[in-house]
């Protein structure tokens, strides 16, 4: 917060200040932490959808699984995105672009960058988004992403919390997109989210976020605010004035982190631009100014410190207020109460155990007004049982719906205040100042002044209760240390401060206070009723009133007109609003008199006359007290104006107001006294009757009672276990749904091929009993769908082959298949093959039977054998042969019948083209050689030779032999050659 300076004009100004900036504490890449229970798997589905294969981030997992069942989480997601999904286990590495998924059983937690597994314990209730989202951003810090999906109760409300304390990102889906609203709904309520989205919006604004220049660290915000310094003031004063509170005082670099986020969230790569459209976006100064302000906290944090200040300090201060006086506590920077609530709670465990009864003020102050309206309604989510022990939760608190309330005797313990540490007058005669991690964020010079301002406002042997990570500094002379670890610490009474309290360094020295609220504040009593005061308002402006004061039915002050204070004083001990216990006694008896005749007169108009003392200088005057009511339709409460008029005491005339009556004080005294006695007289009777039957009664309610009590606790807490185990259910349910619905597209994609393909199918188990057959299957083996579930050998196989069963048997024992061509009619082939099932862990399950259609392939065969059988003689009778020649392997192939012309056995020749050229006749060879060379080379088109071949016996035959290229490579090259030979030696005898 800004050191702030007044020109002679009186106006204020900040004074400017060099930038220096710190390295970001954090490099890497993004860790995203995702929590989802009911309903989760389709927001996650939606998510990855999408989000592109390299995000440049890690995605953790975290789902309320349930651990009696198998999770299908990672093969339904991998459907939906092309990130590598891994189950964790213990210790494993994060790596980017990979997706994490916790295992059943097991909290995960994240340290160092590893992931590391510790199994549930017991069926009470567990949150283990919170667990990881805590440790991810104790780890990460401003590397950390937190998204909370659809599911139910408030599991990763507190781990939202601990990740925007670090600096991290937050996301939360929309109540209306998601199935179950109760978790989205509870992290929104703490006002520390940055984006409510559905979740397909959600991946898109995450994936452009990670993306971002400020984030990836590709150009540096520092930079940027170097080369224009008066930027980051624009932004300061911008938010001091739309809010009243100045961030100049704060740690630069802790602020630039929080505006690098925003920058970034907003998709600006310049910060200048960004400030433009901070000037005129008032939705967006309320967000950046809730990232500065850092507001988080939770019940006894930092527990070993809470148990040594409940050990070593509170007993002491007991000792120090041996009398009556009050004990008085302050507890700046309060955020939503969770610390000021905690104190409370020691407090009062110490007065019951020891019997003490004490009063007590707790002082608990803010800038965050929204923090402060939260703070004092006392209701927190239900998942304050990881913070809270269970004995402290049941005496304290009570269950409700929506989470937790503190019970009032805490509540009433506290002051909840808006104040401003740095510019406001502190509060004096303290036993204990409790101010933990706000010092932190704040300049060294400014924390020593605070410091100083916490020594004065200390009593004598005063504490000061500071959080883990702050020091005294040179402050520390002036304390006693009472423990480091806790940094708990006792005023030295001799010690004078050099530092100047804080209030010192602002003019005027005492500012305007803002309004205390109190948790149970008559304030709620105005704002419902603030249609009907408005309507008042107007018939009260139609007159010129005197000072006066508008109250209710209570006598509680709702308004003032006029200067009013020389009437009324505040009161000593609790603050209060009352208008009789402010006012003098005889004046409060005489108000009180007027008000309660008033409110009997059928007009609702009446005065009276008081003589008193002038406030000022102590001279008599005249005090005349009117009082008007006003009720009717209008009205939902009768309202009372009560004003003051004072004049000198003078002789009366003859003439007296015909509107005032002036009252005897020991009259009136008198009236009150006999009316009170009348009152009391009536309800001792009825007391006493009631008392008697109460006593009778009050011993068995009173066993009831704590029967009742703790048949609650047991109730409560099997509710929140069955809670637990629902939605863990629901998760598992909601993957079997679609795990289901895939087995049946499965089922009919299957159908629809073995219909479409004829393929024939029969299912037998280990026992060979019919567990499924097809249609196809049916049509050939008359194996009905009625015949499931019985063995195979009890059925009459008539319509296959007698060794049908046999096979079956044979395969079952050697897990051999068998495979055979079974001919049913004179039209129908089928290819039977035998196999045995087996699972996906290859084990054997049984015997499934193939049918495979092979009428059209048989046909086909006949037509070939036949043509063949045709082709065969024709060339036999022609003495015509075929060769073939792969050219690069060297290899000819050719039929057998030329073989058996030239007298050579099979493979007697050779097969490479050197050997066949040596039974070519030598005149004739290279005639031949330059034929095939001309054809290969693309010359002639075709081959064509005549050439003379030598047989077994040594003599030669004429052949005319016809060729060509018949196939190849992909850049034109001769690959296969091919040709017939005709037996011509018969035609050169000729």
Not at 592 to 603: G, P
């Amino acid at each position: 917060m800004a050191t702030q300076k007044k020109d002679k004009s009186g106006t204020t100004k900040t004074a400017k200040k060099a930038i220096t900036f710190e390295k970001p504490k954090k490099d890497g890449f993004p860790i995203v932490g995702i929590g989802a229970s009911a309903g989760g798997l389709e927001a996650l589905q939606e998510f990855f959808d999408g989000m592109p294969s390299s995000p440049g981030a890690a995605f953790v997992i975290v789902q309320h699984l349930s651990p009696d069942y198998k999770s299908f989480m990672g093969e339904l997601l991998a459907r939906h995105t092309s990130i590598p999904i891994d189950i964790v286990t213990d210790n494993v590495t994060i790596e980017i672009d990979h997706i994490y998924l916790i295992p059943p059983k097991m909290n995960m937690t994240i340290a160092g960058g590893k992931l590391h597994l510790k199994e549930i314990e017991g069926r009470a209730l567990n949150l283990p988004i919170d667990i990881f989202f805590r440790s991810l951003a104790a780890d990460q810090e401003n590397n950390a992403i937190g998204i909370i999906l659809s599911g139910t109760g408030s599991d990763g409300t507190l781990g939202i919390r601990a990740i925007k304390e670090n600096g991290g990102m937050t996301m939360v889906q929309d109540d209306q997109t998601a199935k179950f609203d109760g978790m989205p709904r509870s992290s929104i309520s703490t006002g520390m989210v940055d984006l409510v989205l559905s979740p397909s919006l959600l991946a898109e604004e995450l994936a452009n976020y990670i993306k971002h220049p400020f984030i990836n660290k590709n150009i540096a915000i520092e930079s940027q605010l170097l080369q224009n310094q008066s930027v980051f003031n624009k932004i300061i004063a911008t938010l001091h004035d739309a809010k009243n509170v100045d961030f100049s005082n704060y740690k630069q670099n802790t602020l630039i982190r929080r505006l690098e986020k925003r920058i970034s969230i907003n998709r600006f790569e310049k910060v200048t631009d960004y400030v433009s459209y901070l000037t005129i976006t008032p939705k967006e100064i309320s967000a950046l100014f809730n990232d500065m302000l850092i507001g988080v906290t939770r019940f006894f944090r930092d527990e070993k410190a809470f148990e040594m200040l409940a050990s070593a300090v509170i007993p002491d201060i007991f000792e120090q207020h041996s009398d009556k006086s009050e004990i008085r506590i302050w507890c700046p920077a309060c955020s939503t109460g969770e610390e000021a609530y905690t104190l409370a709670i020691l407090f009062k465990e110490y007065m019951t155990k020891n019997n003490v009864i004490k009063d007590i003020k707790i002082f608990a102050t803010d800038i965050d007004e929204e923090s402060l309206a939260y703070a004092g309604t006392g209701l927190y989510p239900s998942n304050i049982t990881a913070d809270v022990p269970g004995n402290i939760l049941a005496k304290h608190f009570i269950r409700k719906d929506a989470g937790y309330q503190i019970n009032d005797n805490i509540r009433r313990m506290i002051i909840f205040a808006r104040h401003n540490i740095i510019d406001e007058p502190p509060f004096s005669k303290l036993d204990l100042i409790s101010c933990r991690n706000l010092l932190i964020y704040l300049n060294i010079d400014v924390q020593q002044k605070i410091l100083g301002t916490f020594h004065v406002c200390l009593k004598n042997d005063g504490y000061m209760f500071l959080g883990s990570s702050e020091s005294l500094g040179k402050l520390a002379e002036g304390f006693d240390i009472i423990d480091s670890k806790s940094k708990l610490f006792r005023k030295r009474n001799r010690y004078k401060p050099e530092f100047l309290p804080i209030s010192s360094l602002n003019t005027p020295l005492h500012r305007n206070r803002s309004e205390m609220m109190h948790a149970q504040s008559a304030t709620n009593l105005l704002k419902s009723g603030s249609k009907q005061l408005n309507s008042f308002f107007e018939d009260v402006a139609q007159a010129f009133l005197p000072p006066s004061v508008i109250v209710d039915a209570q006598c509680n002050v709702l308004y003032t007109i006029h200067d009013v204070g020389k009437y009324l004083q505040l009161p000593k001990g609790q603050i209060t609003t009352n208008l009789l216990k402010m006012l003098q006694k005889d004046a409060s008896v005489i108000v009180s008199s007027v008000i309660r005749r008033s409110d009997k007169k059928e007009d609702g108009v009446i005065g009276a006359d008081l003589t008193t003392a002038n406030i000022s200088d102590g001279t008599p005057v005249e005090l005349t007290v009117t009082c008007h009511k006003f009720s009717g339709d209008d009205y939902d409460f009768p309202y009372y104006l009560v004003s003051f008029e004072e004049r000198p005491v003078i002789i009366k005339g003859d003439k007296e107001s015909p509107k005032n009556i002036s009252l005897d004080i020991n009259t009136q005294y008198q009236e009150r006294i006999d009316e009170l006695e009348r009152e009391i007289q009536h309800k001792n009777e009825s007391l006493q009757a009631t008392v008697e039957e109460l006593e009778t009664s009050n011993e068995e309610l009173q066993s009831s009672n704590e029967e009742l009590i703790a048949s609650n606790e047991e109730l409560q807490s099997t509710n929140e276990e069955l809670q637990s185990v629902n939605e863990e259910l629901y998760t598992v349910n909601s993957e079997h749904i679609r795990k289901i619905e895939e087995l049946t597209e499965l089922n009919s994609d299957y159908d629809n091929l073995l219909k479409n393909t004829y393929i024939g199918n029969l299912f037998l188990d280990k026992n060979l009993v019919i567990r499924k057959v097809s249609e196809v299957a049916t049509q050939i083996t008359n194996v009905l769908a009625s015949d499931i579930g019985r063995p195979i050998q009890h059925l009459a196989l008539k319509s296959m082959y007698p060794g049908f069963l046999n096979d079956i048997e044979k395969v079952s024992d050697t897990l051999e298949p068998v495979e055979k061509e079974i001919h049913f009619t004179e039209q129908k082939w089928y290819f039977m093959r035998v196999m045995p099932y087996r699972t996906k862990d290859n084990a054997v399950d049984g015997i499934i039977i193939t049918f495979v259609d092979i009428s059209g392939l048989k046909r086909a065969q006949s037509e070939v054998l036949a043509i063949s059988e045709r082709l065969s003689k024709t060339f036999s009778l022609g003495e015509i042969f075929w060769w073939e020649w792969d050219i690069e392997k060297d290899i000819i192939a050719t039929g057998q019948s030329i073989m058996a012309i030239l007298g050579y056995r099979e493979n007697e020749i050779g097969i490479t083209s050197e050997k066949w050229n040596m039974i070519v006749h030598p005149d004739d060879r290279d005639a031949r050689n330059e034929a095939i060379s001309n054809c290969l080379s693309g010359k002639s088109e075709r081959y064509n030779c005549e050439y003379r071949l030598k047989t077994k016996k040594g003599n030669y035959i004429y052949c005319r032999d016809k060729g060509g290229v018949v196939l190849t490579n992909q850049i034109g090259k001769p690959i296969r050659f091919s040709g017939i030979i005709m037996n011509i030696s018969r035609e050169k005898e000729r």
